[in-house]
Every structure is written in structure tokens, then in C-alpha cells.
């Protein structure tokens, strides 16, 4: 319970609402502003290849989260299209954010996977088109535009 003295119990009656009456909890991990848990340590945040089960399905997918090598990115975009995985949406968004959004790798070569694709969709465009404003060329991602 709240004691008539304390900061809390006067900002309540200051504000004459019933439903702002903070609950004092045991717990010192849980605010009482929040009903929350707040953990003691950051968790880790889970991969994005863990939410799809068509990731979980297919081990290219999640070869792309670990490729670190243009050269070995252009092996796994061959045995996507080997597979039939280029012209699903995710595998191929996935594929474009990669050559986009790496310092090291090239830019004309994410421009070539989308203008190749199917149905490139809105993501992917823009994708493209972030990796050129942050480039040495942000003209380019004008005329992306």
C-alpha cells in the first residue's frame, strides 16, 4: 500500500484518477510504472533466419546469413537459381539486401540481381536504393528512384 506521504500516493491524489494508483510490487526487477519483466541482462536477439520456415526448410537461406565473400555469395545465388529459390520473395529480398548493404562488395552487382528478378517488389527497391545513398555514387540511387 501506498503511504499518504510518499511521492507516488501525492502525484495520484493530484490527479484525481483512481486508475494511475501505482501497485508496490515485491519483485525489484519489475517497475511499478510498467507490469513488465525487465530483465537483468540483454537477450540476444533472434536471427531472422529463425522466424521463416521456409528458411528452416532450406539450407541456402541460411547460408546467405553467413556468406562473407562476394565470390561465395554468387555460388549460393547459383544454387538458388538452381533451386527455384530466386524467384521466391524473401530468398531473393535477402539476397539484394546482402549485395546492397555490404561495405565490401559491389553495388552494380545488386543492381544486376534486381533488374534480373522477376517481380522485384518494393523492399527490394529500396534496398537498392539505400545502398547507393550511403555509397561513394548517391546519384545513382536518384535513378533508381
Not at 41 to 48: A, G, L, S
Not at 102 to 131: H, M, Q
Request: a positive charge; one cysteine or more; hydrophobic letters at 40%.
Amino acid at each position: 500500500m501506498l503511504s499518504h506521504k510518499s511521492e507516488a500516493y501525492r502525484l495520484v491524489v493530484r490527479l484525481r484518477s483512481p486508475c494511475l494508483v501505482p501497485k508496490q510490487l515485491s519483485d525489484p526487477l519489475v517497475s511499478f510504472l510498467h507490469t513488465r519483466y525487465v530483465p537483468l541482462h540483454k537477450e540476444k536477439p533472434t536471427n531472422w533466419n529463425t522466424a521463416y520456415s521456409c528458411v528452416q526448410a532450406n539450407p541456402l537461406l541460411s547460408l546467405l546469413e553467413n556468406c562473407r565473400s562476394l565470390s561465395k555469395l554468387k555460388q549460393i545465388q547459383a544454387q538458388m537459381t538452381l533451386h527455384g529459390l530466386v524467384s521466391d520473395g524473401f530468398a531473393s529480398n535477402r539476397l539484394i539486401t546482402l549485395c546492397a548493404l555490404s561495405e565490401s562488395w559491389n553495388l552494380d552487382y545488386c543492381t544486376d540481381i534486381l533488374f534480373r528478378a522477376r517481380k522485384p517488389n518494393v523492399f527490394s527497391w529500396n534496398v537498392a536504393i539505400r545502398g547507393y545513398s550511403e555509397s561513394e555514387t548517391p546519384s545513382v540511387a536518384v535513378l533508381l528512384y
